[in-house]
């Protein structure tokens, strides 16, 4: 039996697929002019903001986020804009008080939102509950999202629960979201189904191609009853991005589901995207493209990217098959969570630790010890209880909703921030990046943002540079002194190292015998740890905290320092008792592994 039904489309171009091949780095400049005939297409929606552009925006692009947003709902008078939000996380690391919720969403909506796709990572519904109840307020569409993952505990009735939950909280439609690419054809066929027999709305399919799958699953999600799809237009689609937008609308043109787009529209877009993209060259990873392999250590697109630039930085890119077959081993530990932010970048860097050191839970991550307080809600499942006693000792877990603990703190963000916020977005800039939004609104007022400079086309022979955070030192030569940033460390020979220089913004490539040494001395003026009392850092990041002076006592094992790689904070300790000798680092210095950060006598 047919059924007529019209499959909407939802394209992410403007969001998800340059978070997932591109590092979230397309600009505003490159979205406004294509805009008219996005707007012509017909899409159900464009999904346009979330939390990675918005941090790429302040981090990178030296962009306001709000502005774009702005600009966005300008030139798209037609088409619904959609955001992702991540609950009580909004668009953070961190669980924030209710007023912040609610304000956050309220100039979201003002601003030009008007359907949010809410989740929570553990799909914990205490933390979206006060997001969609926002929402609903603002009278706009609030969709319920489930996170899609496989484990022993999650099964297609324990979804079913939670879509039936989140109807009775309000939700207008409900999106499956499967951030990894984990959903099979027969899977979403069972699951979309079951959840369309018992949930009388719409049900909307997101997945990532990673595994290759995603087209299939979505045509078995629509034959299920599924009624929209989340597509990216084909310049910027598969691989750990989704379905191309025109492969899709192509399948089903003709049958009862025609989703009615124009192909030869789309078509237009898609060439205009494809010029777009090759701009960006610097941020593409071979780790975008399909990999089965995700059906077993589960990874999301963004996060493999992120981790292949976090080991690329710690020249250990060959680890990196160790520690996706770590990441499963952590998450069990941790009781299943899906992975997707922040529970993909807690299990994700703590997977990194564990086999950076050849030694599990070494060192453990605040964030992870946060986890397993009940920091960030109810683990699907049992947590390892030897880890969990490692991790917080006698501390009790809190069983309650996160945000319960936490007073209005709304007044005092406004406080804090003083009057370099111009307006209530600014105050949620600096919410949502206590450190980054103060430097960003601070450089804004001075005249001074600078967007991070993008490499010239690839020519003939050159090989690509990495995206990374650049590394700059000094150089002497003849007398005359260069300022010198090293962007990427290409192909390594034996012995040999090639890596990009930019002097005056002008990549050159050379070829280095040795470069840690080089970069430890050069860059930073740091010598080499080489003593027990040495205390130095396991992974490239930021000093967030400096937690002892010259001349206190430690204990070996004390935090000395708290530093962040890959959005994550992670204790520092002294390996040996003594009296603190020197401090060569301040809050938010960029260290490396190696370097002495403090010296212990
Ligand atoms: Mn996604």
């Not at 610097?282 to 990217?305: A, C, H, K, L, W």
Request: aromatic residues 6%.
């Amino acid at each position: 039996m047919s059924q007529a039904k019209k499959i909407e489309v939802t394209d992410v171009i403007l969001r998800d697929a340059h978070q997932s091949l591109i590092a979230t780095r397309m600009r505003t400049e490159d979205m406004l002019p294509i805009c008219d005939k996005l707007d012509q297409v017909g899409y159900w929606s464009l999904e346009v903001w979330g939390g990675a552009t918005f941090d790429a925006c302040v981090r990178f692009l030296k962009e306001d986020p709000w502005e774009r947003l702005r600009q966005l709902r300008k030139a798209l008078p037609n088409t619904r804009l959609q955001m992702l939000l991540r609950g009580q996380n909004l668009l953070g690391y961190r669980h924030y008080a209710d007023d912040v919720v609610e304000a956050f969403v309220q100039k979201a909506a003002e601003n030009g939102i008007d359907v949010f796709r809410v989740f929570d990572a553990l799909n914990d519904l205490r933390n979206i509950e006060t997001a969609m109840k926002a929402v609903k307020k603002a009278g706009k569409h609030a969709q319920g999202t489930i996170c899609y993952t496989t484990s022993p505990v999650h099964t297609p009735a324990l979804f079913v629960q939670q879509a039936k939950d989140m109807k009775a909280m309000g939700a207008d439609s409900i999106a499956i979201k499967d951030m990894a690419g984990l959903l099979t054809p027969y899977a979403t066929y069972e699951l979309v189904k079951a959840i369309k027999a018992e949930v009388d709305l719409p049900l909307v399919v997101h997945s990532h191609s990673t595994s290759g799958l995603a087209p299939l699953c979505q045509l078995k999600a629509i034959e299920a009853g599924a009624d929209r799809i989340d597509t990216a237009i084909s310049s910027f689609a598969s691989g750990t991005s989704h379905p191309a937008t025109e492969s899709q609308v192509a399948a089903l043109q003709g049958t009862d589901y025609d989703t009615g787009l124009d192909l030869e529209l789309l078509n237009e877009i898609a060439d205009y995207f494809r010029e777009v993209r090759k701009k960006y060259h610097q941020f593409e990873s071979e780790f975008t493209r399909e990999d089965v392999s995700v059906q077993i250590n589960q990874v999301p697109g963004g996060m493999m990217s992120n981790l292949a630039n976090q080991l690329k930085e710690q020249n250990a890119l060959d680890r990196i098959r160790d520690v996706f077959a770590e990441i499963p081993r952590v998450r069990e530990d941790l009781g299943y969570p899906p992975l997707v932010t922040p529970t993909s970048q807690i299990v994700g860097t703590q997977a990194v630790y564990n086999v950076l050191a050849d030694q599990r839970y070494k060192t453990i991550t605040n964030e992870v010890k946060r986890y397993l307080q009940g920091g960030y809600g109810r683990p699907p499942a049992e947590v390892n209880a030897e880890l969990q006693k490692k991790a917080i000792g006698n501390e009790s877990v809190h069983e309650g909703r996160p945000a319960d603990r936490l007073s209005p703190e709304l007044n005092k963000l406004r406080e804090d921030i003083g009057r370099i916020a111009k307006c209530e977005e600014d105050v949620l800039t600096y919410a949502m990046f206590p450190d980054l939004g103060r430097e960003f609104l601070q450089q804004r007022a001075d005249g001074t943002l600078k967007p991070e400079e993008l490499l010239p086309a690839e020519q003939g022979g050159k090989g690509r540079m990495s995206a990374g955070v650049a590394t700059e030192f000094r150089i002497d030569v003849h007398g005359e002194s260069y300022e010198v940033a090293v962007t990427g460390v290409g192909d390594s020979g034996a012995g040999k190292r090639k890596l990009y220089l930019s002097l005056d913004g002008m990549p050159e490539e050379v070829v280095f015998e040795s470069l840690n040494e080089y970069v430890a001395e050069g860059g930073s003026g740091r010598k080499r740890a080489s003593e027990p009392g040495h205390v130095t850092t396991a992974m490239p990041g930021n000093v967030v905290d400096v937690l002892v002076k010259e001349g206190d006592a430690v204990t070996a094992g004390q935090a000395v320092l708290v530093t962040e790689a890959m959005k994550m904070e992670t204790e520092v300790h002294a390996n040996v008792a003594g009296t603190v000798q020197a401090v060569h680092v301040a809050k938010g210095d960029r260290v490396t592994p190696g370097e002495i950060l403090i010296e212990i006598a």
